[in-house]
């Protein structure tokens, strides 16, 4: 390779890997083993005490989890990474190393509606309270800060689609509260936007969605910035305290920049025990290869079609970041210049019965719960993952009657729209 860094089209496919050195094996291999052999007594001691670096059991290291965890880590541009069982494992980490009971994070409303109730149900009961803001209204966010903020916790890209967050001015408020900032940069991947450029202390990821991208392997990712002072204060016992169980190591100390993934790895790992299977982390290695290839197509595609039905006279509106007259347009062009994404909601004029007989009539699209698969996906929240909300409520949470929710695949843009122009004439 050059002497220049290699571009992001290079490291989806290099970082992280190389031949095999046992066999030559180039495409990276699936070591499916729980356990791993001590070269004698001594080597296994300093495992043990994390005073070298190797393999143990896969519950906390594996060669080919370690690949996809060094290629994540190089994409989002962050000192380490490490992978998880699923994006919720992932967050479940980042919080079990930040927050005691009792402790206060904030985070944005507009979150993927598991995380809501992550937050709102599990980790409550854990003595982590989350404090609800509206990103959109800073002064509010600035209000919500108190003694007890451990964290500051956003997407990039938010869910439902079309709505981007102010990394920035995000950023600085954590800053300002002494706390880190977590992205959720799942639905952006960190092909379209680089949290940790903006001011992001951790990000977080569901692999699931569009980094893995061919909805068939669950997984998550830790990436660690580098860039907070875990010991400036105290407010980070995990981090700045001495561990008993590594003789007395203070996680901070030894590891410096990379501390907060070693912490989420040697503590949370080891205790929560949400560990990826090697066989998914491999197939999530194979996804991320074309991953530059795929998010452009699937920006491409989602504008073409924002727009087909920003024309239709059965569509009353289109949430979609990447047009022109969007309220998020301005911030997509700051953060994501690429693209918008995949994900957008639009509003049909014949409301609820409308929304029930579109994803009913298309033959293309597949009408399910998921986003970031090749494959076109269709949702109508209303009557199937809002449904036990009232009227007011669905309104509330941008799921209302009228409401339509897609993730566009990267088919060819003709069939994608021929298929919703078939359904759109059925209504
Ligand atoms: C799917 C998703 C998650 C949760 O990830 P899983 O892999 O399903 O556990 C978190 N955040 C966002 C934005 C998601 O889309």
Known sequence: MSEN???????????????????????????QTTSFVFDDVDQAASLFGLQAFGNIYTRITNPTTAVLEERVAALEGGTAALATASGHAAQLGVFHTLLQPGDEF???????????????????????????????????????????TKAVFIESLANPGGVVTDIEAMAGIAKDAGAPLIVDNTMATPYLCRPIEHGADIVVHSLTKFMGGHGNSMGGAIVDAGSFNWTESKRYPMLS?????YDGMVLHETFGNFAFAIACRVLGL?????????????????????????????????????KYLSGHDKIAWVRYAGLEGDACHALQQKYMPKGAGAVFTFGLKGGYEAGVKLVSEVELFSHLANIGDTRSLIIHPASTTHRQLSDQQKTAAGAGPDVVRVSVGIEDVADIIGDLEQALAKI
């Not at 599990?122 to 007890?148: H, M, P, R």
């Not at 305290?241 to 169980?245: H, Q, S």
């Not at 080891?270 to 999530?284: C, E, H, K, V």
């Not at 795929?294 to 073409?304: G, I, T």
Request: with cysteine.
């Open 241 to 245: 305290e001495p561990r008993p169980e």
């Open 5 to 31: 860094k290699p571009g992001f089209s290079t490291l989806s496919i290099h970082a992280g890997a190389q031949p095999d050195p046992a066999t030559g094996a180039r495409a990276t291999p699936i070591y």
């Open 106 to 148: 904030i985070a944005s409303k507009k979150l993927y509606g598991g995380s809501i109730n992550q937050f709102n149900h599990s980790f409550k009961s854990f003595g982590w309270n989350v404090i609800w803001v509206d990103a959109d209204d800073i002064d509010s966010v600035k209000k919500a800060v108190t003694e007890k």
């Open 270 to 306: 080891r205790d929560l025990g949400a560990a990826i299977s090697p066989f998914n982390s491999f197939m999530l290695l194979t996804g991320i290869e074309t991953l530059p290839l795929r998010m452009q197509k699937h920006c491409d595609n989602a504008l073409e079609v924002a």
